[in-house]
């Protein structure tokens, strides 16, 4: 059974988007505050919790665990497959994730220090970028849930070739990646300015 990571600061279209998934029979795990509400909503989903040990911090250490990069990381070798059920955990396969609103509180004029580091995603970040290394299904964009159906669904129907899959992948790639890097520019311009005095 193929396994699905969400995080989602920004819910919308998640529910259905987790229950499209499931019905593919596919396993959902997903950080505290999503798996919450997905099984509030009715879609049976494991907290990842289950997987790494309760969250620590105040909930600002859940993903960034060697065991969620494991599972993002690892290859389809016997050896790889036999070390993560070693560790007790599954391959996951698609990441959907959309990160913290730190553009909008930098926009804000009355934001400040604290405000924007409590904005600055790291789990978020950290996630899409093993999965886009790791070669898997990675979303950061709710208006890329159709997409991925889709693409699910023909898979069912006719397998894709090789070298069509990882063309599908790196589209997948080269957008948690952009959104990822335009994040950190954000961040970075926004500190670039608060430290004026000591440029």
């Known amino acids: ?14 529910t259905s988007f987790a229950q ?3 019905a593919l029979d596919w396993d959902i795990l997903a950080s505290a505050g ?12 494991r907290d990842v919790a289950e997987l790494v040990g309760p969250p620590i911090l105040g909930h600002k250490v859940v993903t960034l665990s060697r065991e969620i990069h494991a599972a993002l990381l690892a290859d389809d070798s016997p050896e790889e497959r036999a070390e993560l059920a070693r560790i007790g955990v599954p391959k996951i396969d698609l990441v959907y994730v959309n990160l913290y609103p730190l553009a909008e509180e930098v926009g804000n004029p009355s934001c400040t220090l604290k405000s924007v580091i409590e904005k600055t995603d790291i789990g978020g970040p ?4 093993a999965a886009a290394k790791g070669r898997r299904f990675v979303l ?15 898979q069912l129907e006719a ?4 070298d069509e899959h990882e063309r599908f992948i790196s589209s997948l790639v080269w957008r948690a990646e952009t959104v990822v890097a335009k994040y950190c520019r954000v961040s970075a311009d926004w500190h670039y300015n608060y430290a004026e005095d000591y440029r």
Not at 1 to 14: E, F, G, I, Q, V
Not at 34 to 45: D, H, I, M, Q, R
Not at 159 to 162: C, D, W
């Open 1 to 14: 059974m193929p396994t699905a990571l969400l995080s989602a600061y920004d819910k919308r279209d998640l």
């Open 20 to 22: 499209s998934l499931r």
């Open 34 to 45: 999503t798996a919450k509400y997905l099984n509030e909503c009715g879609v049976p989903t």
């Open 126 to 129: 950290t996630l899409l970028r």
């Open 140 to 154: 950061c964009d709710r208006e890329q849930i159709s997409e991925i159906l889709d693409y699910l669904m023909e």
């Open 159 to 162: 397998s894709k070739s090789p």
